[in-house]
């Protein structure tokens, strides 16, 4: 070691976590070397020179607030504050003399009033394991942080690490590292995103999950929800603006881990829609036939499907459904996602083979059918919340050709963006359009309400609704379903998990 100008400068040989033996540094120094207002550590067999900086000003506060408020000692290393203003737990020792099964219960209890769901824990001598699944708020680190305040209250004061795996359907799917320390100091001291760098690192969830293979239970797991849908059409020569509203009622049944059954089904409240023109194109009619599954479907299944999900490995998501995908179209076929860990892009593909529904929108099918995919590049730019999309294949008319989305995501989770799909129909063989174009609108409810939901009103528009360029819906649903916990996602809103 040496001390250059103020700062502490340690090489070392073989920790396993560099952040935590830099902490354990900057406390030392905080107390016993004058002058020194910062810690820099690297280890002698890591070739590429990465260094690890902590600041001893902080561990300094801390025991300077000890001495002036008179804690007693163990106090002041585990940081039991008083009560969050938030109505949060930010940390404490109620819980100290809990073990084994009774502090397990207490957590999952603590973390089920935040309405999180705990799916397996496990408590070892300094570090302590959590599944869970948030269905409740929209952003994952909101439900990070939540979780890491319970875990600050309840938690033995031995354990100085947390280790958060989010699940969605039963499946893991990321992995949040908390040094405990550092996320009170952090608390205490109003402490800014940047700082949360030195407590929390991302991470994919582990392949190998025996303490959640172990305690993951309450199969089969069910779920509904009603709510208000509002369906449109513009710019139809004999009918420039049309809707309808309808209300939907959706439900589900985790079957087990990684498999669910799911169905959404309409039922017409207001429906202005039934009475648009016969249509003339001259490709098939995939979606310009939209005015006759309105006129004899009001009342009918929107969805029926069994999904099987699976991970792989630690980046490589996959999903195989089948059943009634949307509205117009039934059939089978999957999907494959590779998220690399720390990057912002990610790649997938989709395959369907897919038939007509009939324009009642119950259980029969028409004679059309086609194999329809898609080879799909993402980018989350850590720019403004700009996200940009490319998908390039098949579509339902049989068309080749690509798509070119562009949106925008606020902090409110508000997204606005648009999109163009250039096919080899010609214009002419397209229609009035020349092209499938539009705008998307996503809303997050809870943005609107004073509730946490992660539901969201889906307002995308189209100027016409030609047969070309069309995809199917949600053809691409794996990636929305693992935005949540994508590395672009919880950090560009980290500073959630100090203040969810």
């Given at each position: ?26 406390q030392i120094a905080s107390t016993s070397i004058s002058g020194v207002t910062s810690v820099a550590v690297t280890d002698l067999n890591d070739q590429r020179g990465n260094v690890t900086l902590c600041n001893v000003e902080d561990y300094s506060r801390l025991a300077e607030l000890a001495v002036r408020d008179n804690w007693p000692l163990d106090k002041a290393e585990s940081n039991d504050a008083a009560p969050d203003p938030t109505g949060l737990p930010v940390g404490g020792s ?128 069910f779920g509904w929800s009603v709510f208000p849908r509002l369906a449109r059409s513009f710019f139809d020569p004999k009918a420039p603006a049309r809707f309808g509203i309808f209300g939907d009622a959706d439900g589900y049944v985790d079957v087990w881990p990684g498999f669910t059954l799911e169905g959404l089904a309409d039922l017409a409240i207001y429906n202005g829609l039934a009475g648009t023109a016969v249509s003339n194109s001259v490709l098939p009619h995939v979606r310009s ?212």
């Open positions: 070691y040496e001390i250059d100008g103020h700062t502490l400068a340690i090489n070392v040989e073989g920790p396993a976590d560099m952040k935590s033996q830099c902490r354990i540094f900057a109620a819980t100290a003399g809990l073990t084994g099964a009774a502090l397990n219960d207490k957590i999952r209890q603590d973390a089920s009033a935040q309405r999180l769901e705990v799916d397996g824990i496990s408590t070892g001598t300094n570090t302590i394991v959590v599944y869970f699944e948030n269905d409740k708020y929209f952003f994952e680190t909101d439900a990070v942080g939540r979780l890491a305040r319970v875990l600050l209250a309840d938690a033995p004061p031995n354990v100085e690490i947390f280790r958060l795996i989010s699940l969605y359907r039963g499946v893991p799917t990321r992995q949040t590292k908390i040094l405990r320390s550092d996320l009170e100091r952090i608390l205490s001291y109003n402490g800014s995103a940047a700082e949360l760098d030195s407590a929390v690192s991302l991470s994919p969830a582990p392949i190998d999950n025996p303490i959640l293979d172990a305690q993951q239970q309450n199969y089969p797991r036939d939209f005015g006759e599954y309105y006129k004899h479907g009001a009342y009918g299944l929107s969805s029926l499907t069994a999904t099987w999900r699976a991970r792989p490995t630690g980046e490589v998501f996959t999903e195989v459904k089948a059943g009634y995908l949307e509205d117009m179209f039934a059939g089978v076929g999957g999907q494959i996602l590779w998220r690399p860990e720390g990057q912002r892009w990610a790649i997938g593909a989709d395959a369907y083979q897919v038939w007509q529904r009939g324009f009642d929108r119950l259980l029969d099918l028409r004679s059309y059918n086609v194999v329809t995919g898609h080879v799909n590049i993402y980018y989350e730019s850590p720019w403004y919340g700009l996200s940009f999309a490319v998908h390039g294949g098949r579509y339902l008319a049989g068309d080749w050709g690509g798509t070119i989305e562009i949106s925008r995501r606020f902090d409110t989770g508000v997204e606005i963006g648009a999109f163009a799909t250039f096919t080899n129909v010609p214009f002419s063989k397209f229609g009035e359009g020349s092209f499938d174009k539009g705008i998307i609108i996503r809303i997050p409810l809870e943005w609107m309400l004073p509730i946490y939901t992660q539901s969201e009103a889906k307002m995308d528009f189209r100027p016409l609704s030609r047969d070309g360029g069309q995809r199917l819906d949600n053809d691409d649903s794996l990636y929305d379903e693992t935005r949540r916990t994508s590395y672009g996602e919880m950090y560009g809103h980290f500073s959630d998990i100090a203040s969810p």
